[in-house]
């Protein structure tokens, strides 16, 4: 598809990106090579000392961050892991795709990947699997116990005969409270769907009865209880979905900046640069925010609730960072759109205080994820990066020289560029890392869990200056 650009900007000068899609394959695509770790202070900017990354933006000192790559080192050469194979696991779950019509162009350029989301759908005490991939809506794999396991997709009524979903995010979520494991399938131009589980090894599709049925550029789905009523919420994370026609954009003026106009805001977007012209960027779709009306339905409330954002969403987390007991939400976008870090305002409302808290973010994030990493009873939070593990492949890979080097100076939170950081070599290892949309399975709280205080791990790669 082709787009055109009518009637020049008059006070400015507007320029198209170069870079506004994926200039190279997802193999040429570099691989996560830092670590660092951010651990909350308290409010005075004087406390903020950062190491290993760029002169500080106008951060609170909220977060600080410090070395952590000794966390990757073992004392001993042993190995964490160790290989089962296809014949020993029975997981034959391979990604086999042949793109057909508006698939092709969208694989080739917008495609966001596959997902996994484990949980015990069947109440057994096992933990089951459900994959996802281009075709067939995805795969269920019972656990049999002892590392084996059965498909199950067919006879638990998931299996697409048509094979017409690509699905992407999937996640085990208990969502109408009944005390078993649902399914929630994202799709990527195709409607999501929810697979409510009857209790018996079967699951019935429910996603339109609920108002989950969203066609679009679907990445994930990631479930909490933001307004604390005792049922779960849910946030739809979208990427970017490519036109199926050609079309003219007319930019408006406002104040004399251009302006794409609202129904194109999806596609393109105006990214103003330091000496005050305006990029002409590609766009994502908007992410949404659904409130659980608690009668099997959900409300649409993204806007009300302050969610902005039309970028390429790659994982949305919650995370209560600050500790005050609501859950918090942080979601990693690729290319020119900024991380963001919701702050839960406790009365519906949510605002982005990256800038305020961050002491800086990852350039092209690919994903985020919380765990306890250390076993030290506080949550851990990583943040991935598209970057090279060495000086030579960031240049050879990344956008981080001529066009947009810009980018790496004028950030706010900054991105780490001054320094040339310790490889974290365990992630390292591969030309590419993207994280895959991966879930357990969730359902609601039923009282006041254990307070944490939150640590942040950000994963930078080494850009070289």
Same mark, same amino acid.
């Given at each position: 598809?082709?787009?055109?650009?009518?009637?020049?900007?008059? *006070?400015?000068?507007?320029?198209?990106?170069?870079?506004?899609?994926?200039?190279?394959?997802?193999?040429? /695509?570099?691989?996560?090579?830092?670590?660092?770790?951010?651990?909350?202070?308290? /409010?005075?900017?004087?406390?903020?000392?950062?190491?290993?990354?760029?002169?500080?933006?106008?951060?609170?000192?909220?977060?600080?961050?410090? =070395?952590?790559?000794?966390?990757?080192?073992?004392?001993?050469?042993?190995?964490?892991?160790?290989?089962?194979?296809?014949?020993?696991?029975?997981?034959?779950?391979?990604?086999?795709?042949?793109?057909?019509?508006?698939?092709?162009?969208?694989?080739?350029?917008?495609?966001?990947?596959? $997902?996994?989301?484990?949980?015990?759908?069947?109440?057994?005490?096992?933990?089951?699997?459900?994959?996802?991939?281009?075709?067939?809506?995805?795969?269920?794999?019972?656990?049999?116990?002892?590392?084996?396991?059965?498909?199950?997709?067919?006879? !638990?009524?998931?299996?697409?005969?048509?094979?017409?979903?690509?699905?992407?995010?999937?996640?085990?979520?208990?969502?109408?409270?009944?005390?078993?494991?649902?399914?929630?399938?994202?799709?990527?131009?195709?409607?999501?769907? &929810?697979?409510?589980?009857?209790?018996?090894?079967?699951?019935?599709?429910? +996603?339109?009865?609920?108002?989950?049925?969203?066609? $679009?550029?679907?990445?994930?789905? +990631? @479930?909490?209880?933001?307004?604390?009523?005792?049922?779960?919420?849910?946030? &739809?994370?979208?990427?970017?979905? =490519?036109?199926?026609?050609?079309?003219?954009?007319?930019?408006?003026?406002?104040?004399?900046?251009?302006?794409? %106009?609202?129904? @194109?805001?999806?596609?393109?977007?105006?990214?103003?640069?330091?000496?005050?012209?305006?990029?002409?960027?590609?766009?994502?779709?908007?992410?949404?925010?659904? *409130?659980?009306?608690?009668?099997?339905?959900?409300? *649409?409330?993204?806007?009300?609730?302050?969610?902005?954002?039309?970028?390429? $969403?790659?994982?949305?987390?919650?995370?209560?960072?600050?500790?005050?007991?609501?859950?918090? &939400?942080?979601?990693?976008?690729?290319?020119? $759109? %900024?991380?963001?870090?919701?702050?839960?305002?406790?009365?519906?409302?949510?605002?982005?205080?990256?800038?305020?808290?961050?002491?800086?973010?990852?350039?092209?994030?690919?994903?985020?994820?919380?765990?306890?990493?250390?076993?030290?009873?506080?949550?851990?939070?990583?943040?991935?990066?598209?970057?090279?593990?060495?000086?030579?492949?960031?240049?050879?890979?990344?956008?981080?020289? !001529?066009?947009?080097?810009?980018?790496?100076?004028?950030?706010?939170?900054?991105?780490? +560029?001054?320094?040339?950081?310790? %490889?974290?070599?365990?992630?390292? *290892?591969?030309?590419?890392?993207?994280?895959?949309?991966?879930?357990?399975? /969730?359902?609601?709280?039923?009282? =006041?869990?254990?307070?944490?205080? %939150?640590?942040?791990?950000?994963?930078?790669?080494?850009? /070289?200056?």
């Amino acid at each position: 598809m082709t787009m055109k650009m009518e009637g020049q900007t008059r *006070e400015t000068e507007v320029r198209r990106s170069e870079r506004s899609h994926r200039s190279f394959t997802r193999a040429r /695509c570099l691989a996560i090579a830092a670590l660092a770790v951010v651990m909350p202070l308290g /409010c005075n900017r004087g406390d903020l000392a950062v190491t290993e990354s760029p002169p500080q933006s106008k951060t609170t000192g909220l977060l600080k961050s410090v =070395p952590l790559t000794a966390a990757a080192e073992r004392e001993t050469g042993d190995p964490l892991f160790s290989h089962l194979p296809q014949q020993r696991t029975g997981v034959d779950f391979v990604h086999a795709y042949s793109p057909t019509g508006n698939h092709v162009n969208q694989f080739d350029s917008y495609s966001t990947g596959g $997902g996994v989301t484990m949980g015990d759908y069947d109440d057994d005490g096992q933990v089951d699997v459900f994959l996802t991939r281009q075709i067939d809506g995805g795969r269920l794999y019972r656990n049999l116990g002892d590392f084996r396991f059965r498909d199950v997709t067919a006879e !638990a009524g998931l299996d697409d005969a048509q094979g017409s979903m690509w699905s992407t995010g999937a996640s085990f979520v208990d969502i109408d409270n009944d005390g078993d494991l649902d399914l929630y399938v994202c799709g990527f131009d195709s409607p999501n769907r &929810l697979y409510l589980n009857r209790g018996d090894g079967t699951f019935a599709e429910k +996603a339109a009865e609920f108002g989950l049925d969203f066609h $679009g550029a679907s990445t994930m789905m +990631a @479930f909490a209880d933001y307004d604390a009523d005792g049922d779960l919420d849910a946030y &739809l994370l979208t990427n970017r979905m =490519p036109p199926d026609k050609d079309y003219t954009i007319r930019p408006e003026h406002v104040a004399g900046e251009p302006r794409i %106009p609202k129904r @194109f805001l999806e596609l393109h977007d105006f990214l103003k640069e330091p000496a005050g012209t305006y990029l002409l960027v590609d766009a994502g779709q908007y992410d949404h925010l659904y *409130e659980n009306n608690g009668d099997r339905t959900f409300t *649409e409330v993204s806007r009300k609730a302050g969610i902005t954002g039309n970028y390429y $969403g790659l994982s949305a987390t919650w995370w209560d960072y600050n500790d005050d007991g609501r859950p918090d &939400l942080y979601v990693a976008n690729d290319f020119w $759109g %900024p991380d963001q870090l919701f702050r839960n305002n406790g009365d519906g409302t949510f605002t982005d205080v990256a800038r305020d808290v961050l002491p800086h973010v990852p350039w092209y994030s690919m994903g985020a994820d919380v765990a306890d990493i250390n076993n030290d009873g506080r949550l851990d939070f990583m943040a991935s990066d598209m970057a090279g593990t060495s000086h030579y492949r960031s240049k050879m890979g990344m956008g981080d020289m !001529a066009e947009i080097g810009w980018f790496l100076e004028y950030s706010d939170p900054p991105i780490p +560029a001054s320094t040339c950081v310790t %490889p974290f070599i365990s992630i390292a *290892e591969q030309d590419v890392s993207w994280k895959s949309h991966t879930s357990v399975g /969730c359902r609601a709280p039923t009282g =006041p869990g254990p307070s944490s205080s %939150p640590i942040w791990t950000t994963m930078a790669g080494p850009i /070289c200056s």
